[in-house]
C-alpha cells in the first residue's frame, strides 16, 4: 500500500467556512457547491457561502443534498421536516415528524415523486399535491438508504433487497438470505443494508454484529456472495462509501480508505487523512475531490495525481535531489543531513550529518554506490553498502556535481571547475581561460561525450579534449541555471530571465517564452522525460511536447506544493520534485485537468440597488451607475484566476480583472447601447465560446430625444413667428397710442386755451373792473390797489398755468382763492367762502380745472340768491383717490334753469364743454375713474343749493 498523501487545501473557520460539522456535500448542475451542516445549509459558489434556512425550522442541523429535475435542492432534519431551495429561500415542503418520530429518514426524488426511507415504513409522496400516495411496510425489517442505478432506485432490508422501477412501483429482486442467528443459536445484531456499485456491479454492505460485512449482488442467479478483502475496515465506522472509476472509497471515522477492484476482487490501494472523521466524498466536474469532516471543516484535493511524501518539518527544507534506484530517492536538506525516501511505502530515513550547514548539492556515483555530499563548509560520501559516512576535502559549497562517462565526478562551484573521485578533486585545470569564474550548472552529454558548463557570463561546450566552444543566442551570452536533453538529441537550458532555449550542433534551434506559452520568463529548473521537458518556473509547472510544442500547465491551484523547486527527478510513472516545501510527485499519466469554467452574472447593481438579472435592461437617463458581478462556481478559480471584460458602446478593447476580482463598475455613463462582455482566462487562452453578454440600453434624458428637439424647434420658430406678430401688432398700437396721444395733446391744448378764454371771459373781467373802479371814486386807494394787484395776479397765472397740464395744489389753493376775493369784491359783504385741504400729501394737479366749476357755483347759484351767500371748497385724498367738493347755497339748478330760460340764455354755461373734454382725455390718459357729479341739495323739498363732486387726477410731486 502506498502511503503518499493527496496534496490537501483545508477549508475552517478561519478563512471563512461557517461551521467545522459537516454531514453532507452535494455538487448541482450549475456547480454550486451544497454542504449541510450543524448549523443549517450553505451554498459555495467558488468564493461566499450562503446560509439558507426557514422560520419554521425545528432544527438548525440538514442533512441528504440532493438536486430534483426542477433544479431545487432539497434537504431534510431530525424532526421529520423535508425542504427544498426556490427563489433563494429554503421552503418547507412537508412535515412527517408524526410518521417519523424522531428518525433521520433517507430520501430521493424522482421525477414527480419524494421517496422517504424510514426504518420501518417508504413513504411515496407527490410533489404537487404533497400527500402521501403509498406506504410500503416491513415489519421489523430495517431499511437501507436508497441507491439510483439505471434509472431504478434500489435499497435494501435485513433480509432483502428492493428496487422501484420506472413507473415507481416496489419489487424484490434479491433474498439477502443471511442468517439471523448464530450457531449457538444467539440473535445476531443486524444493520441496514447499504448498497453501491463498481462499474455495472451492484454490491452492498451490512453490519452484522458489528462487523462490516460486505456482499455481491446477482440479480441473475437472485443470491448475494460474500466479498472478501475489506478486513482491515470491518470494524471502522462507515459514513459514506463513493465510486472512483474502478475504485471504491469509504468515508470513515478514520479517513479515507481506497479501495482498488480488479478481478473480481478488492485490495487495499491507500489511505489518507487518518485523524479525520470524514462524513462524504464527492469529485466535482472539475475533477476536484471534496471531503467533509465531523469536526474540522472541509479538505479538498485539486488533484488526485499530486501527492506528497510523509516528511517531517524540520527536514521538509529540500536543497538537493538524485535517483539511487527505481524505489529509492536521496535528498540533503537546509538543516544539513540527507534523506532516504522509499517512494513504495512513503518511508524516509534520515542520516544526521557531522555538521548542520546546508547541504548544497549531492550526487550518486552508481558505479562506486556512493553518494556524494557537498555542504557549505565541506563535503562528505555516504556508502549505500556499509552506510560509512566519510569526509572528503575540497567538495565543498558545489553549484553542480556531474558524472563523466561513469569514472569521474566534474565538480563547479563558486570559484571554478575540478574533477574529483571519492579521495578528493584533483587540481586540474581544464579551462584556464576561464579561471576562477562562478558556476551554475553542469551536464555530460553521454552521446558525444560533450560537457556544456554554465559560467556567469557564458554557456561553453567542451569536447572529449576539453576544447571550448561557447554557445551565444543572437550574438548574446546565455544566463542558465539548469541543462537537460531529450530523446531527439536536443540540449535544453533554462535561463534566469530569458525562457527556454533549446540547442543542437551548437545552434539555438528553439526558445520558449511567454510570448508562445510559458508563463513566466523566469525559469527554475528543466528536465526531460523522452521527448518531453518539465519545467518548473516562479508562478506554475509546466510540461512541454516537444513534437507537438504543447504546453501544460500546473499550479498552486491544481495542487502544486510549491514553485520554489530545487530538483525534478522521474521514477515510472512519477515525477519527483524536492521544494522548500518537501517532496512532492505527479503522476506522469494524468498530471492535467480539463477546465471548463461556466461564467455566469450574479449580480446587477444600478445606481447601488440590486436589481433581478436579465439579459437586456431599458434604463433612464440618470440611471447610468452601473455594477455588474460575475462568477464561476469553481475550486478556488476566483483566488487564483482572472476574468476579460469589454464594454462594447464604450470601450471596445478587452481589459483584464485583478486576481480576485469578480465585479466591474462603471460610473455615469452616457446614454447609449452598451453591451457587457466577461470571460475567464484559462492558460492565458481567449475563447469565443466562453463569453457571456449583457445588453443594457441608457436612454436620452427627454430633453436630448429627437421629438423633444423637434418640438423645442417647432415651439422656438412659432414662438418668434408669435413673438414678432405681437411686437408688430404692439408697435403698430404704439404709433397709434402715440399719435391718439399727439391727438389729445394738441385738443388738450385747445382746450386749455378755450378754458383759457372762457376763464378770461368779458363779463368776468368787466365785473372785476367795475368793483375796482367803485372803489377809486370811493377815494378808497388801498382797497383799489389791493384789488388790481389781484387782478393782475390772477391774470398772470392764468396765463402762466394755461400752458401747464399739472400745477401743485399749493398754487391751485392760491389761484382760487385769489380769483373768489375779486369775486367777493363783487358780491359785498353778504358772500363768503371757504377752501380746506388739510392733507400732508405733496400732490400735483391739473391746472385751471376746478375754477370753472365754482365761477359756475356763483352764477347760476348765488348771484340770483338774496341774503347770505355761502361757498365751501373741500379737498379730500382718501384711498389713492382726489376729490374736490364744492358746495353752495344758492337758488339750485332748477330756479337757475327758470331764469336762463327767461333771459333766452340756452348754452351751457361758461366753460364747462371744456372742461368735460378735458376729462375724457384725462380718463383715457389714465384709465381711471375721472369726472364729476352735481347733487340738488333739498331741505323740507326747498332747493337749498348745489354740491359738485369732481374727481380728478393727480400726481405725487415726491
Known amino acids: 500500500m502506498q502511503g503518499q498523501e493527496p496534496v490537501y487545501v483545508h477549508f475552517s473557520e478561519k478563512n471563512g467556512l461557517p461551521d467545522k460539522e459537516f454531514y453532507d456535500l452535494f455538487e448541482d448542475s450549475k456547480g454550486f457547491i451544497w454542504v449541510c451542516a450543524d448549523k443549517g445549509l450553505f451554498r459555495y459558489n467558488g468564493k461566499n457561502y450562503k446560509s439558507y434556512s426557514n422560520n419554521l ?62 426504518y420501518y415504513k417508504t413513504y411515496k409522496i407527490n410533489l404537487k399535491t404533497k400527500k402521501i400516495e403509498y406506504t410500503h411496510s416491513l415489519p421489523r425489517k430495517i431499511k437501507g438508504a436508497p441507491f439510483v442505478f439505471k434509472d431504478a432506485i434500489y435499497f435494501g432490508s435485513i433480509d432483502s433487497i428492493y428496487s422501484i422501477t420506472p413507473k415507481n412501483n416496489i419489487n424484490r429482486i434479491v433474498p439477502v438470505g443471511l ?28 453490519k452484522r454484529n458489528g462487523i462490516n460485512r460486505f456482499f455481491h449482488i446477482n440479480k441473475k442467479k437472485k443470491e448475494v456472495n460474500v466479498i472478501n478483502g475489506f478486513e482491515a475496515i470491518a470494524r471502522e465506522r462507515i459514513y459514506h462509501q463513493f465510486e472512483n472509476n474502478n475504485e471504491i472509497w469509504f468515508a470513515t471515522g478514520t479517513g479515507v480508505w481506497v479501495y482498488e477492484y480488479k478481478k473480481q476482487s ?46 517531517s518539518n524540520e527536514n521538509k527544507n529540500i536543497s538537493s535531489l538524485d535517483v539511487i534506484n527505481d524505489s529509492t530517492l536521496v535528498f540533503g536538506n537546509t538543516k544539513g543531513n540527507i534523506g532516504f525516501y522509499n517512494t513504495k511505502t512513503d518511508s524516509i530515513s534520515i542520516i544526521d550529518l557531522p555538521t548542520k550547514d546546508r547541504v548544497s548539492v549531492l550526487k550518486y556515483f552508481p558505479s562506486k554506490n556512493t553518494v556524494f555530499i557537498s555542504k557549505d563548509f565541506g563535503g562528505f560520501t555516504f556508502n549505500m553498502k556499509s552506510f560509512e559516512l566519510n569526509k572528503i576535502s575540497g567538495l565543498s559549497t558545489a553549484k553542480s556535481l556531474t558524472i ?24 586540474v585545470v581544464i579551462d584556464k581561460d576561464q579561471g576562477g569564474k562562478r558556476t551554475y550548472t553542469s551536464y555530460y552529454n553521454t552521446t558525444n561525450k560533450s560537457v556544456y558548463i554554465a559560467y556567469v557570463d557564458n554557456l561553453l561546450r567542451y569536447d572529449s579534449l576539453w576544447n571550448s566552444k561557447p554557445i551565444r543566442y543572437n550574438n548574446k551570452s546565455i544566463d542558465v541555471k539548469s541543462i537537460t536533453k531529450t530523446t531527439n538529441g536536443v540540449i535544453w537550458v533554462s535561463t534566469f530571465k530569458d525562457g527556454v532555449i533549446g540547442i543542437k550542433n551548437d545552434s539555438i534551434i528553439h526558445h520558449y517564452s511567454i510570448e508562445n506559452g510559458l508563463t513566466s520568463n523566469k525559469i527554475g529548473m528543466v528536465k526531460a522525460d523522452h521527448n518531453q521537458l518539465w519545467i518548473t518556473l516562479d508562478n506554475s509547472i509546466q510540461l512541454l511536447d516537444i513534437k507537438t510544442k504543447k504546453i501544460q500547465t500546473l499550479t498552486k491551484r491544481e495542487g502544486v506544493v510549491s514553485y520554489d523547486i530545487s530538483g525534478i527527478e522521474i521514477l515510472k510513472n512519477k515525477v519527483y520534485f524536492s521544494s522548500n516545501e518537501g517532496l512532492f510527485s505527479i503522476n506522469k499519466e494524468q498530471p492535467f485537468k480539463n477546465e471548463n469554467p461556466e461564467v455566469y452574472f450574479n449580480t446587477v447593481e444600478i445606481n447601488e440597488s440590486d436589481t433581478l438579472i436579465a439579459s437586456n435592461y431599458s434604463l433612464k437617463y440618470d440611471q447610468n451607475a452601473i455594477k455588474i458581478g460575475f462568477n464561476v462556481n469553481g475550486f478556488l478559480y476566483n483566488q487564483k484566476r482572472k476574468y476579460n471584460y469589454r464594454l462594447k ?21 452616457p446614454a447609449g447601447k452598451y453591451t457587457f462582455e466577461v470571460q475567464p482566462i484559462i492558460d492565458e487562452k481567449f475563447d469565443v465560446n466562453k463569453i457571456k453578454a449583457i445588453d443594457f440600453t441608457i436612454n436620452k434624458p427627454f430633453w436630448k430625444t429627437w421629438w423633444f428637439i423637434l418640438g423645442i424647434f417647432v415651439f422656438f420658430i412659432g414662438s418668434t413667428i408669435l413673438y414678432f406678430r405681437k411686437k408688430i401688432k404692439k408697435d403698430k398700437k404704439e404709433r397709434l397710442t402715440e399719435l391718439e396721444k399727439i391727438s389729445l395733446e394738441k385738443e388738450l391744448i385747445s382746450i386749455n386755451l378755450t378754458a383759457l378764454r372762457s376763464q378770461m371771459n368779458p363779463h368776468f373781467i368787466f365785473n372785476a373792473l367795475n368793483s375796482i373802479q367803485d372803489l377809486i371814486l370811493k377815494q378808497d386807494t388801498d382797497a383799489s390797489y389791493d384789488y388790481i394787484v389781484l387782478f393782475a395776479q390772477l391774470v398772470r397765472n392764468t396765463l402762466v398755468y394755461s400752458s401747464q397740464d399739472f400745477i401743485s395744489i399749493d398754487k391751485e389753493l392760491d389761484f382760487l382763492n385769489v380769483y373768489l376775493q375779486l369775486e367777493k369784491l363783487r358780491f359785498g359783504d353778504d358772500f363768503n367762502y371757504t377752501i380746506h385741504f388739510d392733507e ?57 334753469t327758470e331764469i336762463s330760460n327767461r333771459q333766452g340764455n340756452h348754452h351751457k354755461s361758461f366753460a364747462l364743454n371744456a372742461i368735460e373734454k378735458r376729462l375724457e382725455i384725462f380718463k383715457k390718459q389714465y384709465a381711471e375713474n375721472i369726472g364729476y357729479v352735481i347733487e340738488d341739495l333739498y331741505e323740507n323739498e326747498i332747493a337749498k343749493g348745489t354740491k359738485v363732486i369732481l374727481t380728478m387726477p393727480y400726481k405725487n410731486r415726491f
Open 57 to 118: 425550522q425545528r432544527a438548525l442541523s440538514v442533512f441528504n443534498a440532493q438536486e430534483d429535475h426542477l433544479g431545487r435542492i432539497w434537504c431534510n432534519n431530525v424532526s421529520g421536516q423535508f425542504f427544498y431551495t426556490e427563489n433563494n429561500e429554503l421552503q418547507l415542503f412537508a412535515d412527517l415528524s408524526k410518521e417519523l418520530r424522531g428518525q433521520l429518514a433517507e430520501f430521493i426524488i424522482k421525477k414527480e415523486y419524494l421517496w422517504v426511507f424510514a
Open 266 to 311: 478488492f485490495k487495499l490501494k491507500k489511505r489518507f487523512l487518518k485523524k479525520n472523521d470524514v462524513t462524504k466524498i464527492v469529485k466535482d466536474n472539475d475533477a476536484n475531490y471534496w471531503f467533509t469532516t465531523l469536526n474540522d471543516g472541509i479538505y479538498v484535493i485539486p488533484n488526485i495525481n499530486i501527492e506528497k511524501a510523509t516528511i
Open 179 to 206: 442468517p439471523f442467528k448464530d450457531k449457538s443459536g444467539k440473535k445476531i445484531g443486524v444493520d441496514q443494508a447499504i448498497i453501491f456499485k463498481i462499474d455495472s456491479t451492484l454490491f452492498f454492505r451490512q
Open 404 to 427: 563523466l562517462n561513469n569514472k569521474k565526478l566534474l565538480y563547479t562551484s563558486n570559484s571554478g571547475v575540478n574533477i574529483s573521485d571519492e579521495t578528493g578533486l584533483n587540481n
Open 649 to 669: 458602446g464604450f470601450n471596445n478593447q478587452w481589459l483584464t480583472t485583478d486576481q480576485g476580482a469578480n465585479s466591474v463598475k462603471y460610473n455615469s455613463l
Open 840 to 896: 400732508k400729501e405733496s400732490l400735483e394737479v391739473p391746472s385751471l380745472l376746478i375754477q370753472p366749476f365754482i365761477e359756475n357755483a356763483l352764477v347760476h347759484g348765488l348771484m340770483h340768491k338774496a341774503g347770505k351767500k355761502e361757498l365751501h371748497i373741500v379737498f379730500s385724498f382718501a384711498k389713492n383717490v382726489l376729490q374736490c367738493t364744492i358746495t353752495d347755497n344758492g337758488i339750485g339748478r332748477v330756479k337757475s
